[in-house]
């Protein structure tokens, strides 16, 4: 059996279907409009606050002095400033030691934990954990300051538990304050990692781990073998996630030990806050900020990395 085969007319062109382009039909007038009320509000308060910090962070812009009735434009002066003053790198190193205490470390391994006992555990289990976890995360950041600050306080909690089985009370928000609100900060966002590593393990195929388990391997091989392949896209997303978010922690600090004693736990949102606001020079603190931005984009470039090909497109 024999099938036709369409024909032409001798001269005719055969039509070709119009190619879309990868970005679908071409945007046009009628189809921009609903577009414009979104578009407004985007360069009202989005791009217009970061072209105003630009020209901030250039000028010696201030609240009071010299600065604030006639502002001029001063180059890369905060700029070079912030870099010899040894209070900014102090700040840095700081920042820095907590955002690796308490987001790199602390969050991922403490979510990682969680998510997967939550994996192995009845539902009550699973409820009243998350439940717990959740309720620290959801907590108003001024709340969750005080509530820290009471439990490392001399007459705290954790003081009061440490005496009642005979050992020596703590005193972290003196002697090592950067060490206190990291744990705080861990405590108050690790719920956000465990929620992500528990959405990675449910979509990894339960046949994968019977295999591996059938080849010999045992739990910690198959965690290292198996599980950390798999989840290498979450795990560099979620260290991206958590360290931005960390970068920013201001709340929390500021409430616990408002940056003291003696500038030992000043991260550069709380140096930043002190020079625009304490000392009144707006545009040397909008340049710090623009310096903490530019550390933010650095570990983000750094995550993006880690991230397999297929999944970079």
Not at 110 to 130: H, S
Not at 226 to 232: D, G, K
């Amino acid at each position: 059996m024999t099938t036709a085969t369409p024909t032409t007319t001798a001269g005719a062109q055969v039509p070709t279907p119009r190619r879309r382009s990868r970005l679908g039909d071409r945007l046009t007038a009628v189809r921009a409009v609903p577009m414009l009320p979104a578009g407004f509000l985007l360069v009202v308060f989005m791009l217009g606050p970061i072209l105003y910090s630009l020209y901030l962070a250039f000028t010696d812009s201030a609240i009071r002095g010299e600065g604030a009735s006639d502002t001029s434009f001063v180059g890369f002066t905060n700029f070079t400033d912030a870099f010899t003053d040894a209070d900014f790198w102090n700040s840095v190193v700081l920042t820095l030691v907590f955002t690796l205490i308490s987001a790199v470390i602390g969050q991922n391994v403490l979510g990682m934990l969680l998510a997967l006992l939550m994996e192995r555990a009845n539902r009550v289990m699973t409820f009243t954990v998350t439940s717990i976890v959740i309720a620290a995360w959801i907590l108003p950041e001024v709340v969750a300051g005080y509530l820290l600050y009471t439990f490392f306080a001399d007459g705290g909690s954790l003081n009061t538990l440490l005496t009642s089985v005979g050992l020596p009370g703590q005193d972290l928000l003196f002697s090592a304050p950067i060490i206190a609100v990291s744990f705080a900060n861990i405590w108050r966002g690790a719920a956000f990692s465990m929620l992500v590593y528990s959405a990675a393990l449910s979509s990894v195929p339960g046949d994968v781990y019977e295999s591996a388990a059938l080849d010999g391997a045992g739990p910690v091989r198959r965690f290292v073998s198996v599980t950390i392949p798999l989840l290498r896209p979450a795990i560099a997303t979620n260290l991206m996630l958590t360290t931005l978010q960390t970068l920013s922690v201001f709340g929390l600090i500021f409430i616990m030990t408002g940056g003291g004693p003696a500038r030992q736990s000043q991260t550069l949102p709380l140096y930043m806050y002190e020079q625009a606001f304490s000392y009144g020079q707006l545009g040397y603190g909008t340049a710090v900020a623009l310096l903490l931005l530019l550390i933010g984009a650095m570990a983000s470039v750094a995550y993006l990395r880690l991230l397999p090909e297929e999944d970079k497109r």
